[in-house]
């Protein structure tokens, strides 16, 4: 990807449990962003973190930053079907104005 | 939230044509927008910054003759794909960032033009 990377690339799982999709990136960040896309259409956005917050919650979801290991990770809790999507991180570079994604995840909830 | 919307949702065109795509922030004004293409199963891929009354930027290895951006006012950015091949086949996306308030922090995405060259 032009950013960074995400792990797992596919994650499946049943309903009910947690998800958790990790992101890296390359250079310093203003901020990170998760998104969600379902199969051939656009994009959610789920949630931003600054560079200086170093966890935030939104619902099922818990978003953790570490900036010296250029990582964040996306727990979804007591997953659902629903959730089944592929989820993007995407960086604000610092001094940039674009918006570079990761290669992301496909998330798979089995109902 | 904001809203961007894009036109058409969908385009299947033959080779050798030229296909507008249009991106326009609907209750807000962008003084900079973006555009993206998608492969299958793959991510997003930054082809271009536009940016209102000036030239776009294009990233590297988009050709910049081949994909002719315009965005003359603060709620439109055009997208033209010229004489397009079956490679260009894709999923495009744009997305414009606010000015001013939060939304400068965030990037708001159209739906996406699903472009399928025969």
């Known amino acids: 990807s032009q950013q960074g990377e995400e792990d797992p690339q596919a994650l499946s799982i049943q309903e009910g449990e947690n998800a958790t999709m990790n992101c890296s990136y390359k250079?310093?960040?203003?901020?990170l962003q998760w998104y969600r896309q379902n199969s051939g259409r656009g994009l959610v956005h789920l949630i931003l973190i600054r560079s200086n917050e170093r966890e935030k919650h939104s619902g099922r979801l818990r978003v953790t930053l570490d900036t010296s290991k250029k990582s964040s990770s996306l727990l979804i809790t007591a997953s659902r079907a629903a959730d089944t999507a592929s989820y993007f991180c995407?960086?604000?570079?610092?001094?940039?104005?674009?918006?570079?994604f990761g290669a992301g995840t496909r998330l798979f909830v089995k109902a | 939230g904001a809203v961007v919307s894009q036109h058409p949702s969908r385009v299947i065109c033959k080779s050798g044509t030229s296909v507008k795509i249009e991106c326009r922030s609907l209750?807000?004004?962008?003084?900079?927008m973006f555009w993206y293409r998608q492969f299958p199963k793959q991510s997003l891929m930054l082809m271009a910054t536009?940016?209102?009354?000036?030239?776009?930027?294009?990233e590297q290895g988009v050709e910049k003759d081949k994909f002719l951006i315009n965005h003359a006012s603060l709620t439109l950015s055009t997208l033209t794909v010229t004489s397009a091949h079956p490679e260009d086949s894709s999923f495009y996306i744009c997305?414009?960032?606010?000015?001013?308030?939060?939304?400068?922090?965030?990037?708001?995405f159209g739906p996406g033009t699903r472009l399928t060259v025969l």
């Open positions: 997305s414009a960032r606010g000015w001013g308030s939060d939304r400068a922090d965030t990037q708001y």
């Open positions: 209750d807000f004004q962008a003084t900079t």
């Open positions: 995407a960086t604000d570079a610092s001094g940039g104005f674009k918006t570079i």
């Open positions: 250079t310093s960040i203003n901020n």
């Open positions: 536009s940016n209102e009354g000036s030239k776009a930027t294009y």
